[in-house]
Nanobody, 123 residues
């Protein structure tokens, strides 16, 4: 079984920056994609960003140029550097992991999810 533990959420003012992390533990396949989705109150969960063990990256259009995803494969940990934050970025951010890399094209589902970390951007 795989566990995903998010950390680093919090409250930040609009225009500010925040970094969230997700550490995966357990029996993890060497090749995988990890990333972030977010869900704001009253809205559907949406993809934010994904990164594979090989370094392929995908971003939602709404965060391109503002968010940067990275990973440390030795630590099975991913990071999301968020800058120029807007109130509309307020959401619970969920870490996810998939073994089928076609998830990068939206063709498969995720195998594991974290519990989520709250990010709140005040105006």
């Amino acid at each position: 079984q795989v566990q995903l533990a998010e950390s680093g959420g919090g409250l930040v003012q609009a225009g500010g920056s925040l970094r969230i992390s997700c550490a995966a533990s357990g029996s993890i396949a060497a090749q995988n994609a990890m990333g972030w989705h977010r869900q704001a109150p009253g809205k559907q969960r949406e993809l934010v960003s994904l990164i594979t063990t090989g370094g392929d990256i995908k971003y939602a259009d709404s965060v391109k140029g503002r968010f940067t995803i990275s990973r440390d494969n030795a630590k099975n940990t991913i990071y999301l550097e968020m800058s120029s934050l807007k109130p509309e970025d307020t959401a619970v951010y969920y870490c996810c992991l998939a073994y089928d890399l076609s998830v990068m094209a939206g063709y498969s589902d995720y195998d594991f999810w974290g519990q989520g970390t709250q990010v709140t951007v005040s105006s």
